[in-house]
């Protein structure tokens, strides 16, 4: 069964930096392509960052990009989401996926909230 279970979020100041985890379980995680995905209030949810499963192949989307910096640890089952120069309309539910053979499995979220 796949577990997924993101830590790091919380409060930051604008120009701040934070850092999320998503530790996996369940699954054999060096097989999945793993993403950050986030949904701002009102919004839809939305692709953050993506890793692949082979070679470790990196995109981002363009609101994030220089910014933010998705990798992973096939050893530690977990994937991560470097953010830097934090904005305001980076608050949002920030969540974890796996995908293999387009099935999605999802963490429940954690809070990322920039405010001054």
């Known amino acids: 069964q796949v577990q997924l279970v993101e830590s790091g979020g919380g409060l930051a100041q604008p120009g701040g930096s934070l850092r999320l985890s998503c530790a996996a379980s369940g699954f054999t995680f060096s097989s999945y392509r793993m993403a950050w995905y986030r949904q701002a209030p009102g919004k839809e949810r939305e692709l953050v960052a993506a890793?692949?499963?082979?070679?470790?192949?990196?995109n981002h989307a363009d609101s994030v990009k220089g910014r933010f910096t998705i990798s992973r640890d096939n050893g530690k089952k977990t994937v991560y989401l470097q953010m830097n120069s934090l904005k305001p309309e980076d608050t949002a539910v920030y969540y974890c996926?796996?995908?293999?053979?387009?099935?999605?499995?999802w963490g429940k979220g954690t809070l990322v909230t920039v405010s001054s």
């Open positions: 890793i692949s499963s082979v070679n470790g192949v990196t």
């Open positions: 996926n796996a995908r293999r053979f387009s099935v999605d499995s």
